[in-house]
T-cell receptor
């Protein structure tokens, strides 16, 4: 009955490699997000998709490319990994209602360590 | 200046104590306000929304002061299980972008 799931949970890789993180939600939501939580525990949004359309794109290196094949999935591909990419990446989802509060539900996180 | 500022703590309190966290935000156009809770090595989870008139959920009370751009969370009768990081979160206009504070760490001891 997992609401928002991410794979893998842990990812250890070498600098320069390319890796992907997958996210799926079974809540029927139309909006999904990627957040990065760095070593200082600061959580910052990276991207958001609404109905498969990119709606938020913060200042993120273009080595990071999100892809949303459908409303229930939002994947994150990272090219040429750097040491500074080491962090916890959280996926989240919500149901968009303009002008109203909404709750975002987070996945368990993917811990990425770049060596 | 960060958009959402919180005292990082940690706040060390004994069980049964009352503890209050504060948060300030810089964007006066911010629409919605929340407190999220994050346990160690876990994902953030919504604790409660914050309404202009103030709201209560059991032992937790949230207050919003739009004039001062200030949000607070009061926890009464602290439990060991309240130990976590409490994240002050604002939502700006547009597509539901949430902006997180750095969090305040609470440690409740026996």
């Amino acid at each position: 009955d997992t609401a928002v799931s991410q794979t893998p949970k842990y990812l250890v890789t070498q600098m320069g490699n390319d890796k992907s993180i997958k996210c799926e939600q079974n809540l029927g939501h139309d909006t999904m997000y990627w957040y990065k939580q760095d070593s200082k525990k600061f959580l910052k949004i990276m991207f958001s998709y609404n109905n498969k359309e990119l709606i938020i794109n913060e200042t993120v290196p273009n080595r990071f490319s999100p892809k949303s094949p459908d409303k229930a999935h939002l994947n994150l591909h990272i090219n040429s990994l750097e040491l500074g990419d080491s962090a916890v990446y959280f996926c989240a989802s919500s149901q968009f209602t303009r002008g109203q509060k909404q709750t975002q539900y987070f996945g368990p996180g993917t811990r990425l360590l770049v060596l | 200046r960060k958009e959402v500022e919180q005292d990082p703590g940690p706040f060390n309190v004994p069980e049964g104590a009352t503890v209050a966290f504060n948060c300030t935000y810089s964007n006066s156009a911010s629409q919605s306000f929340f407190w999220y809770r994050q346990d160690c090595r876990k994902e953030p989870k919504l604790l409660m929304s914050v309404y202009s008139s103030g709201n209560e959920d059991g032992r937790f009370t949230a207050q919003l002061n739009r004039a001062s751009q200030y949000i607070s969370l009061l926890i009464r009768d602290s439990k060991l299980s309240d130990s976590a990081t409490y994240l002050c979160v604002i939502q700006n206009t547009g597509f539901q972008k949430l902006v997180f504070g750095t969090g305040t760490r609470l440690l409740v001891s026996p």
